[in-house]
């Protein structure tokens, strides 16, 4: 098998297992809920602190990442993980599982961002983008992956098998990586270390181009997370009126994001990142304005398309980030997660006054007023690629 596609599997297996674990417990937070005598928002916290965790440690394993071999810092993460997953499935206390989601969080970017820096540093650039697209299809697929083994796979009240088995998963996929992925040279180590000092967080954040991609990436998952996220108050009230199962069923459309990554990475390739970021948002404004209508075939429709749109706008901002950097990956990758679910933080606290005030009508038009931050970075980036082609 050619090395590029043992490799480009080792990544989407350990990127997958890695985010299953963070969404693991959230079908299942009404049986926590019941089982250690706790609150709803207590209940939550088993799965906020894993996204706490990332965020405060994302840009410290980035820093790593320009400094140091990948493989050890996977060890270390694949180790803890694993670890934090067999408290959460022995402890018979509340505050030891959420401690243990939260040591979860801070090691899971050892194993996604650390990845993500390796891979930009050490891939062909016309690779990088296939790959970089399979990377973000491991996210979504571990996702859904995660909620489907604490929710479906596993009977809700064995929850404890769950994250039994995910530990397992993890230690089983970052051995897989430690073996597949080449082992870092001392040329390569060097030239980390030397780039890590050209670039530093501020100059990084001063990049007006590295900005824009930024905010693509905090605006997309502003616009997409609260979707799902609201989605079933319109679909449980009239005129739907749809049982939770059946709701369940229609968010299955998640899985078109598998497929879109690696397709959205050649695309990019060959069209340019600009066109293709134009096109999405263009979707995904399309998409929001099914959702208003009365009728399931348009909900179906328009969340698959917001699903097209998002997915297609998040691995072109990745590609595109990594495809202007020449050093420091670690640290602008780092720097695009912490924005990115800022973005989506952002996007669930104001969509939740959007309804309080008015409805799911107020959610699609403050969630349609962002669609301006993709839209424009793609218009930016389409005409100073036009300048680069021109200037050739």
Known sequence: MNNIIKIQLAVFALVSASFTNIYLPQPVLPILQ???????????????????????????????????????????????????????????????????????????????????????????????????????????????????????????????????????????TTLMAVLILPSSGKEEIAAARSSNGKETYASLLKRKELLLVYACGAGSLLIFSPVFNYLPYRLSHPPFDLATETITLVYLVYVLGIFLGPLSGRLCGRLGGGLILICSSILLGVSLFLLLLPSITAVVVGLSGVCAGFFTLHTVAVVLLNRKLTCSHGKANALYVLCYYSGGWLGLTGAGFAYECSGWNGVIFFLSCFLIIPLSVGLIERRAEKRAEFKV
């Open 34 to 172: 019941s089982e250690f005598q706790i609150s709803p928002v207590q209940a939550s916290f088993a799965v906020s602190f894993v996204i706490l965790g990332i965020v405060l440690s994302n840009l410290f394993f980035g820093y790593l990442s320009d400094r140091y071999p990948v493989k050890p810092i996977i060890v270390a993460g694949g180790v803890f993980v694993a670890a934090g997953g067999f408290i959460c499935a022995s402890t018979d206390s509340y505050a030891i599982l959420v401690g243990a989601r939260l040591v979860q969080g801070l090691f899971i970017p050892a194993l996604t961002t650390s990845i993500a820096a390796w891979l930009a540093r050490t891939l062909p650039a016309k690779r990088l983008s296939v790959v970089m697209g399979a990377y973000v299809s491991a996210t979504i697929l571990g996702g859904l992956g995660g909620r489907l083994l604490g929710g479906w796979i596993h009977p809700p009240l064995h929850w404890r098998y769950a994250f039994s088995t995910a530990s397992v998963l993890i230690l089983v």
